[in-house]
């Protein structure tokens, strides 16, 4: 995908760096536009170096004849060789010339001559942003189709509190990536668990796992940049909220358990994610246990098997287990998918260096119920994510055509 970055010319201007790198994440080609004022923020080398391409920064760059009247023309190939334009920061006089059709610079007349998808992400003082003059040019921005993201609320650099910050940048980034993307999950409701869980022996110490939540993360952003309702069940981790997401937080095994449990009627695929823990302390001390020099005991009892419980209350619902294996990895797949009743199980090696727990990168082997066996090379856990909802709808198709 290619996407055109329009920064406009405000403190905010420094993040559209950083929504670079998000663009990047999600696999984009970046094609970075300023106006003259953004270049008083922030340096375009700064782009050139994080995108690897041109930026552009007015309508006559370059000096020579040749240059002047090749970059005169500039903005009907910009307009013609990308897929969607995002403007941010998109300021209150980048709104005004959008809305009437003002072309003094390069990144309005690349705007009248882009026929594609818009996002605009705007940010400006609170005055600026609630005066009745953008309010209007909002409106008819909002007419035209485009997709507006944020302001949010909050600290301002002017002083002030109130709306007007930019929006979070995986928000927008996610926004420029789902107006492009196929949106078959449309009308489902994707249930998810996520992380890991944790088991308490007394109020300071628990027992728990490795797991980042890195890859129920990314399943749930591309479920919901797929059209798809989305439910994520989390354990405690460290990552953002995903856009557009409904998160629910939890701490222990029987916590997910009746999560996932309270949310199951309306779902139509269920995904577990989540490293949830195998056992549990049998009896939790009220006060902190302090050391000694004795050996110490736990007792522990098997925690609720989610997965399980599911299977078999799963309907025609697809359900997807996962198996973090360090041997045996297609076996111990079809085991689980076998006696969990589960329709597809993704399977990774879990001490494999560079994917796995904590890795931004995965590996996955899929044990489907139809018989198959897919193996995904190693890719972004968001790359990863796409191709397992791939092979779930297709998988689906499969098993209701038996039916």
Request: net charge neutral; aromatic share 4%.
């Given at each position: 995908?290619?996407?055109?970055?329009?920064?406009?010319?405000?403190?905010?201007?420094?993040?559209?760096?950083?929504?670079?790198?998000?663009?990047?994440?999600?696999?984009?080609?970046?094609?970075?536009?300023?106006?003259?004022?953004?270049?008083?923020?922030?340096?375009?080398?700064?782009?050139?170096?994080?995108?690897?391409?041109?930026?552009?920064?007015?309508?006559?760059?370059?000096?020579?004849?040749?240059?002047?009247?090749?970059?005169?023309?500039?903005?009907?190939?910009?307009?013609q060789e990308n897929d969607v334009l995002v403007v941010a920061p998109a300021t209150a006089d980048l709104l005004a010339k959008f809305a009437h059709g003002l072309a003094d610079d390069f990144l309005s007349t690349l705007y009248l001559a882009f026929t594609g998808?818009?996002?605009?992400?705007?940010?400006?003082?609170?005055?600026?942003?609630?005066?009745?003059?953008?309010?209007?040019?909002?409106?008819?921005?909002?007419?035209?189709?485009?997709?507006?993201?944020?302001?949010?609320?909050?600290?301002?650099?002017?002083?002030?509190?109130?709306?007007?910050?930019?929006?979070?940048?995986?928000?927008?980034?996610?926004?420029?990536?789902?107006?492009?993307?196929?949106?078959?999950?449309?009308?489902?409701?994707?249930?998810?668990?996520?992380?890991?869980?944790?088991?308490?022996?007394?109020?300071?110490?628990?027992?728990?796992?490795?797991?980042?939540?890195?890859?129920?993360?990314?399943l749930a952003e591309a479920a919901a940049s797929r059209g798809a309702r989305v439910v994520l069940v989390s354990g405690p981790v460290h990552l953002p909220p995903p856009s557009g997401v409904e998160v629910v937080t939890v701490r222990s095994a029987r916590e997910?358990?009746?999560?996932?449990?309270?949310?199951?009627?309306?779902?139509?695929?269920?995904?577990?994610?989540?490293?949830?823990?195998?056992?549990?302390?049998?009896?939790?001390?009220?006060?902190?246990?302090?050391?000694?020099?004795?050996?110490?005991?736990?007792?522990?009892?098997?925690?609720?098997?989610?997965?399980?419980?599911?299977?078999?209350?799963?309907?025609?619902?697809?359900?997807?287990?996962?198996?973090?294996?360090?041997?045996?990895?297609?076996?111990?797949?079809?085991?689980?998918?076998?006696?969990?009743?589960?329709?597809?199980?993704?399977?990774?090696?879990?001490?494999?260096?560079?994917?796995?727990?904590?890795?931004?990168?995965?590996?996955?082997?899929?044990?489907?119920?139809?018989?198959?066996?897919?193996?995904?090379?190693?890719?972004?856990?968001?790359?990863?994510?796409?191709?397992?909802?791939?092979?779930?709808?297709?998988l689906r198709l499969a098993l209701h055509a038996k039916q």
């Amino acid at each position: 995908m290619n996407v055109v970055l329009g920064v406009g010319g405000g403190i905010a201007a420094y993040k559209a760096a950083e929504l670079a790198r998000a663009l990047m994440r999600r696999g984009c080609t970046v094609n970075t536009v300023m106006t003259g004022s953004a270049t008083e923020f922030i340096q375009p080398l700064t782009f050139a170096a994080l995108t690897g391409r041109k930026v552009i920064t007015g309508l006559f760059d370059g000096h020579s004849p040749e240059a002047v009247l090749a970059s005169s023309v500039e903005h009907i190939g910009v307009a013609q060789e990308n897929d969607v334009l995002v403007v941010a920061p998109a300021t209150a006089d980048l709104l005004a010339k959008f809305a009437h059709g003002l072309a003094d610079d390069f990144l309005s007349t690349l705007y009248l001559a882009f026929t594609g998808p818009v996002v605009l992400a705007p940010a400006m003082n609170t005055n600026m942003w609630e005066h009745a003059a953008t309010r209007t040019n909002l409106a008819t921005l909002r007419d035209r189709g485009h997709r507006i993201i944020g302001p949010d609320s909050g600290d301002l650099a002017c002083g002030t509190v109130g709306p007007g910050r930019l929006a979070e940048v995986e928000a927008i980034a996610d926004a420029a990536v789902a107006i492009l993307r196929k949106q078959d999950l449309s009308g489902e409701t994707v249930v998810l668990t996520a992380g890991p869980t944790q088991e308490a022996i007394d109020p300071v110490r628990y027992i728990s796992n490795r797991s980042s939540g890195k890859m129920g993360y990314a399943l749930a952003e591309a479920a919901a940049s797929r059209g798809a309702r989305v439910v994520l069940v989390s354990g405690p981790v460290h990552l953002p909220p995903p856009s557009g997401v409904e998160v629910v937080t939890v701490r222990s095994a029987r916590e997910m358990r009746d999560a996932v449990m309270a949310n199951l009627e309306p779902a139509t695929i269920l995904i577990k994610a989540a490293a949830v823990a195998d056992y549990h302390v049998t009896e939790v001390a009220p006060q902190k246990l302090k050391k000694t020099a004795a050996r110490v005991t736990l007792d522990l009892d098997p925690t609720p098997d989610i997965l399980a419980e599911v299977g078999a209350k799963k309907g025609d619902r697809l359900l997807i287990g996962f198996a973090a294996e360090t041997q045996n990895l297609v076996a111990e797949a079809k085991r689980k998918m076998t006696t969990k009743n589960a329709d597809m199980v993704v399977a990774n090696l879990v001490n494999q260096a560079g994917t796995g727990f904590e890795s931004d990168e995965n590996e996955v082997t899929l044990v489907l119920r139809t018989g198959e066996t897919i193996h995904i090379e190693r890719a972004s856990k968001r790359d990863v994510a796409h191709q397992i909802f791939d092979q779930a709808l297709r998988l689906r198709l499969a098993l209701h055509a038996k039916q």
